[in-house]
């Protein structure tokens, strides 16, 4: 990682699990890039993430995918998790998320996502999660929460320094 990126914290699942919760955040960064690497055990779904354990409709998403052969678009409003990728099912996958501002209390916070699986899909998100509360907790769950994240997958969170 760049020198800019500072590790708050990581996590290695020893067992499948539905959530995964970084706490306690420090306001100290500018940005927070979150990175998983990691597989559905259940079924596909969709990789989200809630702000502060915010689980009320206040997110929207937009993303486009594509598979080598085909594409596609759409837009999610009202959920209650914004999405950093489209499809994580039983194969190896690795997203990024690119949370901004996130210690910012005048604005609604936007983060990026970016995903693929095992040469099966790429995809690019765009979430708001419409709260200006500063960010001190990031919740990473799959679709509405129903599915359980394999063993082994990992979750690390990274500060973004002022450069």
Do not use: C, E
């Amino acid at each position: 990682m760049p020198s800019t990126y500072t590790p708050i914290a990581t996590t290695t699942l020893g067992s499948a699990t539905p959530t995964v919760t970084f706490s306690s955040i420090s306001g100290t960064y500018t940005d927070l890039i979150l990175v998983f690497t990691g597989s559905n055990a259940t079924s596909n779904n969709g990789l989200r993430l809630r702000f502060n354990s915010d689980s009320g409709t206040n997110y929207s998403s937009t993303y486009v995918y594509g598979n080598g052969s085909s594409a596609a678009s759409s837009v999610g409003a009202n959920t209650t998790g914004g999405q950093i990728a489209v499809d994580i099912n039983s194969t190896q996958a690795t997203s990024i998320a690119h949370i901004m501002n996130y210690s910012n209390t005048t604005t609604y916070k936007t983060f990026l996502g970016r995903g693929s699986s095992s040469g099966t899909y790429a995809d690019a998100n765009v979430s708001l999660w419409r709260n200006t509360a500063a960010i001190t907790s990031v919740t990473v769950l799959l679709g509405g929460g129903t599915s359980n994240f394999s063993v082994g997958s990992t979750f690390t969170l990274y500060g973004v320094k002022s450069a």
